[in-house]
């Protein structure tokens, strides 16, 4: 059942339609500012935590967002009373650095500098893990009857055991000083990270170590100090976290993969036409205006119009879309699109920063440095979660050593392990790198989120409002039907129409010019014309030898000239298209009817599936028109939609979005047009159509490249996907934590059960955050199911 409302011409309060800006986003001010800022130095959660609310509470500072993953924060200050030096002085007495940061990165610059630190990375971790093997194999030899020198046998030479354990251990030690350079100060500073974990953990076996050594060298019970030794412990969980670092930071390089890939497509050179003739030129070298020549299977450098030439051109790198698109003379291209079989000259229009591939960067590297709000808990949590575990691992040491009755060396296990154990990073790696890894992934769909807000209440939408015009429908109106009469030929009859239409400059004399010129109609000459506004035109047409009088309007005008052939089953059958929301011409030749042509603006081909892929989701579906009731009705029917809002004027549109909400759904508003803007603005979750207007465009939280509606679906389904990954993510970064805490700290023990053994635990906490990152790349294989 179809329902149609009527506008809305008041509400309980009003809201201005010239401000964009949505409830749910603080708006700036005008002497606000707005700084990027890279942050060098983070090593997990708590880092980017203590910094937000360190630079967040300085006084002129309004917000601070930092993004762990991409490790770059964005603070919004007010320059009257704080300066960015000033912000970066208090970030670099939290023990960072700070700098400036361009709001377009160079992805083949940060692709090569994270090469490069993961080829260090892995150039110190053979030898530390070599080294810590070493002394893994020297300190439990004994423990799996493998025999050992006699200068090394820990029974009969305790000293040189103990010793030659401590001086293995120097290096590994000197190679893994990073976690001892980043974790002492921050403890001293008073905002211990994980790093400051490892190196407590690590500094206590090591001191304990190192005072059983020296007792060994004094004679006092050296076979039995000899087989108390944890310089293996310090080893090994070194070995390990630098292991689970090196996977992360792999992992991490792995997130950006798809706007390098996009990128990538855009070549190096280009050819330049000029007087000079043909030349390769850097694409950095062209300017506006430039002509270049495309040769087939050559990659398009920049943005602009064909001049010369037609090919088909793939754009499935911008749009999602694998059918190659047929461009002519007039045409605009797209750098990094592939021309497929023809030679083109263009004259470039943007370049550099303004290309359409440039845009898409920005946006998608501005939505990987926003947060969703499921991040919040974890944010929270990340801030103590570090001097928790420290007082946990104390009382949980101090416990078993005093109530429970164990020796030292056994409290001291249950304090390493729990330290080593907790791992703060995988709380703040679970929502940034599946954000970024997803809003990658929809940019290779033609799907673009500008935030990660909105790719959180994209989840939860549950009403989706279509604007009709351009959005639902093709946007120009088309030929439909032609019904030529008895005795008369469909062919000769459009040809008559073009001819009468060629000198009109009503917008449906397109819709004819366009139906004749797609059927191959002759053009024929006009020896006179005239027209009647809001009736029809007449003209005389000259077709070889012959003339024809040619009258050309709506039913009124044939009645008031009295046109022949105006029968009751004519009228039967423009009454029906009326109805279906069709404007019906008549045609009349030589004061005679010949034949009804209807036009109207098309549905959009995928228009029914995507109704019905939304409806198969538990969306509603509404649609929002200008048009009147009869012609709304009609279209939603086509398209299988039950609820319309026809007549609204455009100042009326934000006000139904704000009807739709007060019902308690959460909307997103489709649409493409400039009086589209404030309900895109006002809606939960913007979406614009990337054929439309620039305005409409910035209005909007999620950008359609390819125009086609199948978007609509893969937005939604990205987004669920994403927040499903999310989920996951948090689930196994907490769930890790609250079980791995206790079982470190000895609770099963209490129960005759097992106790975990440090480097066990290190090595938990090392795979956890790798687990975290591996599961976000899994959405770089997502399929949409449209």
Same mark, same amino acid.
């Given at each position: 059942?179809?329902?149609?409302?009527?506008?809305?011409?008041?509400?309980?309060?009003?809201?201005?339609?010239?401000?964009?800006?949505?409830?749910?986003?603080?708006?700036?001010?005008?002497?606000?500012?707005?700084?990027?800022a890279?942050?060098h130095?983070?090593?997990?959660?708590?880092?980017?935590?203590?910094?937000?609310?360190?630079?967040?509470?300085?006084e002129?500072?309004?917000?601070?967002?930092?993004?762990?993953?991409?490790?770059?924060?964005?603070?919004?200050?007010?320059?009257?009373?704080?300066?960015?030096?000033?912000?970066a002085?208090?970030?670099?007495?939290?023990?960072?650095?700070?700098?400036?940061?361009?709001?377009?990165?160079?992805?083949?610059?940060?692709a090569?500098?994270?090469a490069?630190?993961?080829?260090?990375?892995?150039?110190?971790?053979?030898?530390?893990?070599?080294?810590?093997?070493?002394?893994?194999?020297?300190?439990?030899?004994?423990?799996?009857g493998?025999?050992?020198?006699s200068?090394?046998?820990?029974?009969r030479?305790?000293?040189?055991?103990?010793?030659v354990?401590?001086?293995?251990?120097?290096?590994?030690?000197?190679?893994?000083r990073?976690?001892?350079?980043?974790?002492?100060?921050?403890?001293?500073?008073?905002?211990?990270?994980?790093?400051?974990?490892?190196?407590?953990?690590t500094?206590?076996?090591f001191?304990?170590?190192?005072?059983? $050594?020296?007792?060994?060298?004094?004679?006092?019970?050296?076979?039995?100090?000899?087989?108390?030794?944890?310089?293996?412990?310090?080893?090994?969980?070194?070995?390990?976290?630098?292991?689970?670092?090196?996977?992360?930071?792999?992992?991490?390089?792995?997130?950006?993969?798809?706007?390098?890939?996009?990128?990538?497509?855009?070549?190096?050179?280009?050819?330049?036409?000029?007087?000079?003739g043909?030349?390769?030129?850097?694409? %950095?070298?062209?300017?506006?205006?430039?002509?270049?020549l495309?040769?087939?299977?050559?990659?398009?450098?920049?943005?602009?119009?064909?001049?010369?030439?037609?090919?088909?051109?793939?754009?499935?790198?911008?749009?999602?879309e694998?059918?190659?698109? !047929?461009?002519?003379?007039?045409?605009?291209?797209?750098?990094?699109?592939?021309?497929?079989?023809?030679?083109?000259?263009?004259?470039?229009?943007?370049?550099?920063?303004?290309?359409?591939?440039?845009?898409?960067?920005?946006?998608?590297?501005?939505?990987?440095?926003?947060?969703?709000p499921?991040?919040?808990?974890?944010?929270?949590?990340?801030?103590?979660?570090?001097?928790?575990v420290m007082?946990?691992?104390?009382?949980?040491g101090? %416990?078993?050593?005093?109530?429970?009755?164990?020796?030292?060396?056994?409290?001291l296990?249950?304090?390493?392990?729990?330290?080593?154990?907790?791992?703060?990073?995988?709380?703040?790696?679970?929502?940034?790198?599946?954000?970024?890894?997803?809003?990658?992934?929809?940019?290779?769909?033609?799907?673009?989120?500008k935030?990660?807000?909105?790719?959180?209440?994209?989840?939860?939408?549950?009403?989706?409002?279509?604007?009709?015009?351009g959005?639902?429908?093709?946007? !120009?109106?088309?030929?439909?039907?032609?019904?030529?009469?008895?005795?008369?030929?469909?062919?000769?009859?459009?040809?008559?129409?073009q001819?009468?239409?060629?000198?009109?400059?009503?917008?449906?004399?397109?819709?004819?010019?366009? /139906?004749?010129?797609?059927?191959?109609?002759?053009?024929?000459?006009?020896?006179?014309?005239?027209?009647t506004?809001?009736?029809?035109?007449?003209?005389?047409?000259?077709?070889?030898?012959?003339?024809?009088?040619?009258?050309?309007?709506?039913?009124?005008?044939?009645?008031?000239?009295?046109?022949?052939?105006?029968?009751?089953?004519?009228?039967?059958? /423009?009454?029906?298209?009326?109805e279906?929301?069709k404007?019906?011409?008549?045609?009349?030749?030589?004061?005679?009817?010949?034949?009804?042509?209807?036009?109207?603006?098309? $549905?959009?081909?995928?228009?029914v599936?995507t109704?019905?892929?939304?409806?198969?989701?538990?969306?509603?579906?509404?649609? $929002?028109?200008?048009?009147?009731?009869?012609?709304a009705?009609?279209?939603?029917?086509?398209?299988?939609?039950?609820?319309?809002?026809?007549?609204?004027?455009?100042?009326?549109?934000?006000?139904?979005?704000?009807?739709?909400?007060?019902?308690?759904?959460?909307?997103a508003?489709?649409?493409?047009?400039?009086?589209?803007?404030? %309900?895109?603005?006002?809606?939960?979750?913007?979406?614009?159509?990337?054929?439309?207007?620039?305005?409409?465009?910035?209005?909007?939280?999620?950008?359609?490249?390819?125009?086609?509606? %199948?978007?609509?679906?893969?937005?939604?389904?990205?987004?669920?996907?994403t927040?499903?990954?999310?989920?996951?993510?948090?689930?196994?970064?907490?769930?890790?934590?609250?079980?791995?805490?206790?079982?470190?700290?000895?609770?099963?023990?209490?129960f005759?059960?097992?106790?975990?053994?440090?480097?066990i635990?290190?090595?938990?906490?090392?795979?956890?955050?790798?687990?975290?990152?591996?599961n976000?790349?899994?959405?770089?294989?997502?399929?949409?199911?449209?």
């Amino acid at each position: 059942m179809l329902t149609l409302e009527r506008p809305i011409d008041d509400l309980p309060w009003r809201f201005s339609t010239s401000n964009f800006t949505r409830k749910k986003v603080s708006p700036i001010t005008m002497t606000e500012q707005i700084y990027l800022a890279k942050i060098h130095g983070m090593h997990c959660a708590a880092c980017s935590t203590r910094i937000e609310k360190v630079v967040g509470n300085l006084e002129g500072v309004t917000s601070c967002s930092v993004n762990l993953a991409t490790e770059r924060a964005k603070i919004c200050y007010d320059p009257a009373s704080i300066t960015f030096p000033t912000i970066a002085l208090a970030i670099g007495d939290l023990g960072f650095e700070a700098e400036s940061a361009d709001d377009t990165p160079d992805f083949r610059q940060s692709a090569e500098e994270s090469a490069a630190r993961l080829m260090a990375m892995k150039q110190r971790l053979l030898p530390v893990f070599v080294l810590a093997l070493g002394i893994m194999g020297l300190s439990m030899a004994h423990m799996f009857g493998i025999p050992l020198p006699s200068f090394l046998d820990p029974m009969r030479a305790p000293f040189t055991h103990s010793l030659v354990q401590f001086l293995l251990l120097l290096p590994v030690l000197y190679l893994g000083r990073n976690f001892y350079t980043s974790g002492i100060p921050a403890l001293f500073r008073g905002g211990p990270n994980m790093d400051s974990l490892i190196a407590i953990g690590t500094g206590a076996a090591f001191i304990y170590s190192t005072w059983n $050594l020296v007792e060994i060298g004094l004679g006092r019970d050296p076979v039995g100090r000899a087989h108390d030794l944890y310089f293996e412990s310090a080893a090994m969980l070194i070995a390990l976290v630098s292991l689970g670092k090196y996977l992360e930071a792999g992992s991490k390089a792995r997130t950006t993969d798809a706007i390098r890939q996009l990128l990538q497509l855009a070549p190096d050179t280009a050819t330049l036409v000029d007087d000079n003739g043909q030349r390769q030129v850097p694409v %950095a070298d062209i300017r506006v205006d430039d002509h270049i020549l495309i040769r087939p299977g050559e990659r398009i450098a920049v943005d602009g119009i064909i001049l010369d030439g037609e090919s088909a051109v793939d754009e499935a790198m911008l749009t999602g879309e694998s059918m190659p698109v !047929r461009k002519k003379l007039g045409d605009t291209l797209y750098g990094g699109t592939l021309n497929k079989n023809g030679a083109l000259t263009m004259v470039a229009g943007k370049v550099g920063r303004d290309t359409m591939l440039a845009r898409i960067v920005r946006l998608v590297q501005e939505a990987q440095g926003t947060k969703a709000p499921i991040a919040n808990l974890a944010d929270r949590i990340s801030l103590y979660f570090v001097p928790a575990v420290m007082v946990i691992a104390t009382l949980a040491g101090l %416990a078993w050593f005093f109530i429970g009755g164990a020796d030292f060396t056994f409290s001291l296990r249950i304090f390493i392990a729990v330290l080593v154990i907790a791992c703060p990073c995988a709380m703040g790696l679970a929502t940034p790198t599946s954000i970024m890894v997803g809003t990658g992934r929809g940019a290779q769909l033609g799907v673009l989120v500008k935030t990660g807000e909105v790719l959180e209440l994209m989840e939860k939408v549950n009403c989706v409002v279509f604007d009709k015009t351009g959005t639902l429908t093709l946007g !120009r109106p088309e030929v439909t039907e032609i019904l030529p009469l008895a005795g008369h030929d469909e062919q000769l009859l459009l040809s008559l129409a073009q001819a009468a239409e060629s000198r009109s400059e009503h917008p449906l004399a397109e819709a004819i010019l366009r /139906a004749a010129e797609s059927k191959g109609c002759r053009v024929l000459p006009v020896q006179s014309f005239a027209a009647t506004p809001g009736r029809g035109i007449e003209a005389v047409v000259v077709n070889g030898a012959g003339k024809f009088a040619v009258l050309f309007g709506n039913r009124e005008y044939f009645r008031e000239k009295q046109i022949a052939g105006l029968t009751a089953k004519i009228d039967s059958d /423009a009454d029906q298209r009326s109805e279906q929301g069709k404007t019906v011409l008549f045609l009349a030749v030589d004061g005679i009817l010949a034949a009804l042509i209807t036009i109207a603006d098309p $549905l959009k081909p995928e228009a029914v599936d995507t109704v019905r892929q939304l409806k198969a989701m538990g969306i509603e579906v509404v649609m $929002l028109t200008g048009d009147n009731s009869k012609t709304a009705q009609a279209v939603a029917l086509q398209a299988g939609i039950t609820r319309v809002v026809a007549g609204v004027l455009p100042d009326k549109k934000e006000q139904e979005i704000v009807r739709l909400q007060q019902e308690g759904k959460i909307v997103a508003m489709i649409g493409d047009g400039i009086n589209d803007a404030p %309900a895109l603005a006002r809606a939960d979750v913007g979406i614009a159509m990337g054929t439309g207007i620039d305005v409409a465009i910035e209005s909007a939280d999620i950008v359609l490249m390819s125009g086609h509606l %199948a978007g609509v679906c893969r937005a939604i389904g990205l987004s669920r996907a994403t927040l499903k990954n999310i989920r996951q993510n948090l689930f196994w970064a907490f769930a890790y934590n609250v079980v791995g805490i206790p079982v470190a700290a000895g609770v099963l023990a209490i129960f005759g059960g097992p106790t975990l053994n440090p480097m066990i635990g290190g090595a938990a906490m090392a795979l956890s955050s790798v687990s975290v990152v591996s599961n976000a790349l899994r959405l770089r294989w997502y399929k949409p199911e449209v």
